[in-house]
């Protein structure tokens, strides 16, 4: 009997079709996680506060939404439109991605995406479906 954990080139990769419906449904998460950070900020006396242009308030919702994503990928490799989709982050060895690889991953998405999203569509001509932000990781979307 085989104990190990199946490497990623064993398993079905996500495509990018995929990967765009997830990113709806976190979408979805994250809005009403950013609404309800905005929420508590102003309930703390926080009013004159605009994202985009005040630093810290913006930082602060980037921390919110980062914090979304990395909790569900190092705790338990899906977010909620991972799951609704079949969907598990890994790292190139199968484990769960660190706390540092999802930092990693995170602020390389925007870059992806910033570039017209050409680091998103790169995963139609990666042979792993990989995008810039999986390479940069080193973790991969694979389907369960």
């Keep these: 009997m085989n104990t ?7 398993k079905t990769p996500c495509g990018l079709p995929r990967r ?10 994250v809005i009403a996680l950013l609404l309800l950070a905005t929420a508590l900020a102003l309930l703390a006396g926080f009013n004159q506060v605009t994202a985009g242009k005040d630093p810290v308030f913006t930082l602060y919702l980037l921390a919110v939404w980062f914090l979304y994503l990395a909790w ?4 338990g490799g899906m977010t909620v439109g991972m799951r609704s989709w079949h969907v ?8 769960r991605p660190t706390w540092g690889q999802c930092l990693l991953r995170f602020l390389v998405s925007f870059i992806s995406a910033a570039c017209c999203g050409l680091g998103f569509a790169w995963s139609l001509f990666d042979g792993q479906k990989r995008t810039w ?10 389907r369960r």
């Design 4 to 10: 190990q954990t199946p490497t990623v080139s064993s």
């Design 20 to 29: 765009l419906l997830i990113m709806v449904y976190d979408g979805l998460v």
């Design 72 to 75: 569900f990928w190092h705790r």
């Design 88 to 95: 598990i982050i890994e790292r190139e060895d199968g484990q």
């Design 133 to 142: 932000h999986d390479m940069a990781s080193q973790t991969h979307l694979v």
